[in-house]
C-alpha cells in the first residue's frame, strides 16, 4: 500500500520528479554554457575572417616553371623578416610547361599561396584582373614571376606609399640588363605615353607596381592596358608616383614580348589618351576637329575670291571687255563647288555627325556615379529641432 504526501503524490514520485527537474536544470545550464561558448568562438572567428589581410601580392606568369620555387622563396623571406601578413596569388595564363604543377605544389606546403589557371593564353591584362579580383590585400603589388623584378623592393614600396602619401607607386628599372633592341623602343614608348597622358613616369611597362586596394576597385583592365594602369589611376584623381629598383638578369627562359608589342601598345595609348581625355565627351574631339576642316575649307575660298577681286582692281585689263562683274560672280560661284572646298566642309560635317553619335552612345551607356572618384566624405549628424511651447494666448 502507497503512502502519500499532503499533496497527494506518493515519495517515489516526488523524488523521481525532483531528479528530473535536477536534470533538467543542469541540462539547461550545459546548453546555456555550450551556447555561450559557441558564440564566443563564432564572434572570434568572424573577427578574424573581417580582418584585413595586409599585403597581396598578384603574379602573372607564363611558362616560368622554372623560377617559380626561388621567387616564392625570396618572398617568404621578406615576410618573415619584415612580419608581413601577406598571401601570394601565383596566376597561370595558360603555360605549357609545369607551371601549375609548381603552383600546385606550391599550394600545399604553403597556405599564404593561392593559384589561378586560364584554360588558355589570355593575355597579362586578364590575368592581372583575375588576381586583383581575388586579392583580400589592403595593398596590391604585382611582380613579374621571370626573377627579374627582386622581392627585397617590397618593403621600400610600403615605406613610401606611406610616407608619401601616394596611391601609386610605379618601379623604375634605371639601369636594365636587356638587349638594346628592347630598351631602346621601351624609352621611346614610354616618353610617348608620358608626354600624351602627362603622367610623367620613365617606365609605364615595369610589370612591379604597388596600388592600394581604392585604386583597383576603379580601373577595370581588359585588351593590353594593363601599361597603362598608373595613367588610368591619374584620370580618377589618384597620386601616382615612381620608385627606383634594381633589375635582375633574367635566370630562366626567354622573353614573351616581341617588337608587335610596340605596335599594339601606341594603338592602347591612343584608345586610353581618348578614352581619359573625351571618353565623357567626345564631341568636343570629333565637332573640334570638323570644325577645323570646315574653317580651312571657308579660308581657302576666301583666299580664292581675295586674289580674285586683286585682279580685278589692279588688272582690269586681264577680264577683257567683256562683262566683269559677270566673270566674277561667275568665278566665286564656282569657287563653292571647289574639290578643295567641298572635301574639307563635308569631311568636317561628318567628323560632327560623328560626335553626335557618340555622345548619344555615351548618353545611353554611361554610368552618372563613375564620371567621378570620392576621396573622402565627412558630415555631422543634425541636431533634432526643438519646438518652442506655443503661446495660448494668440488664440484667446
Known sequence: MHSFTASGRTPRSVTHERKKASGLQSSKGLTFSTAYTIILSSLSALTQQTQA?????????????????????????????NQYDLEMIFVDDGSTDES???????????????????RRNFGKAAALQAGFNAAKGDIVITLDADLQDAPKEIP???????DKKLDVISGWKQRRYDPWHKV?????????????????????NCGMKCYRREVLSEVALYGERHRFIPVLAAARGFKVGEKVIAHRARQFGHSKYGFARFAKGFLDLLTVWFQTRYGQRPQHLFGTIGLILIAIGVLTYCLEASKLFHMYYHFPQAFGQTNTAFHILSALAMGLFSPC?????????????LGFVAELFVARTIQPEKCYAVKNRVSKEREPATVSPQNNNDFT
Open 156 to 162: 621600400d614600396f610600403l615605406r613610401q606609399l606611406e
Open 184 to 204: 631602346f623602343p621601351s624609352r621611346v614608348f614610354n616618353g610617348t605615353v608620358s608626354f600624351m597622358t602627362g603622367v610623367k613616369l620613365h617606365d609605364h
Open 53 to 81: 589581410m595586409q599585403l597581396s601580392l598578384v603574379i602573372p606568369l607564363y611558362n616560368e616553371a622554372e623560377s617559380l620555387e626561388q621567387l616564392h622563396r625570396e618572398i617568404c623571406d621578406v615576410a618573415q623578416e
Open 341 to 353: 572646298l567641298l572635301a574639307t566642309v563635308w569631311i568636317g560635317l561628318l567628323f560632327i555627325a
Open 100 to 118: 601549375w604543377s609548381n603552383i600546385e605544389k606550391l599550394t600545399a606546403e604553403d597556405s599564404r599561396v593561392s593559384g589561378i589557371q586560364f
